[in-house]
């Protein structure tokens, strides 16, 4: 075979995969709670003649609707973060910072350090919604004032989410909460690309989420300079 073919096969299968966890990502959360916002519609549908659990039934009905707006626009960010065989992972991460940004109370930071590295895609559309779901919930639920992202290229990878906002309750940081995927998912992802996800988190001293992506797994070629090119496109969308 030659170094053509290879490279045709290499990029079959990365299209491959991308359509399997495209597939795997549609079913996980947003057609769930697609169903799951149906069944809540079905149950008002058959009490119409109950105004109190119609009228709950429509207020739960607009949160699962909320949700999956949510779900909706993450999916959205992955695919316009894994449109690119660049690495986008910096940039990708600073635009899930700009709805945190809109609040005039929260200051936002973020950094990357280290030399950019070239990334297999799979593996870094996986982080990113790592990163991207504990921005999402920094940004709605922490009520902080301050919320730091750093991102770390060195001999592993490493995203960083800390926030000063009141904390998680420690049953949820252990089992997530019932109805949602959020930590659930994030553990579920790390688990997938074979890295480690802590998250730390106590009552009025916010949350911080740590993400370590050994670089065997998530670096796909030798460090580059690409690191310029990143830091200038994060400086144009700061």
């Known amino acids: 075979m030659t170094r053509q073919e290879e490279e045709r096969v290499r990029k079959e299968n990365v299209r491959v995969e991308e359509r399997t966890r495209i597939a795997r990502e549609l079913h996980d959360t947003f057609l769930q709670t697609i169903q799951g916002g149906k069944l809540v519609a079905d149950d008002a549908l058959e009490h119409l003649n109950d105004p109190i659990r119609t009228q709950r039934s429509l207020q739960q009905l607009s949160d699962w609707l909320e949700r999956a707006t949510k779900e909706g626009r993450a999916a959205l960010h992955a695919l316009r973060a894994s449109a690119?065989?660049?690495?986008?992972?910096?940039?990708?991460?600073?635009?899930?910072?700009?709805d945190c940004r809109r609040e005039p109370?929260?200051?936002?930071?973020?950094?990357?350090?280290?030399?950019?590295?070239?990334m297999h895609p799979i593996v870094r559309d996986e982080v990113y919604r790592i990163g991207y779901e504990a921005i999402r919930n920094a940004c709605a639920h922490s009520k902080s004032t301050q919320l730091e992202v750093g991102l770390n290229y060195s001999r592993d990878?490493?995203?960083?989410?800390?926030?000063?906002?009141?904390?998680?309750?420690?049953?949820?940081?252990?089992?997530?909460?019932?109805?949602?995927?959020?930590?659930?998912?994030?553990?579920?992802?790390?688990?997938?690309?074979?890295?480690?996800?802590?998250?730390?988190?106590?009552?009025n001293s916010g949350t911080e989420v740590t993400l370590v992506v050994p670089g065997r797994i998530v670096f796909r070629k030798p460090s580059q300079p690409l690191v310029e090119k990143i830091r200038n496109r994060v400086d144009r969308l700061s």
């Open 105 to 118: 109370s929260m200051e936002v930071q973020f950094a990357v350090t280290g030399d950019a590295r070239d």
């Open 84 to 98: 690119t065989e660049e690495n986008e992972l910096a940039a990708a991460l600073l635009r899930a910072l700009e």
């Open 157 to 203: 990878l490493s995203v960083r989410v800390r926030d000063n906002g009141v904390g998680i309750d420690p049953a949820v940081v252990g089992k997530g909460k019932q109805g949602h995927l959020g930590l659930q998912g994030m553990r579920e992802r790390a688990e997938r690309i074979g890295s480690n996800l802590t998250v730390v988190s106590s009552p």
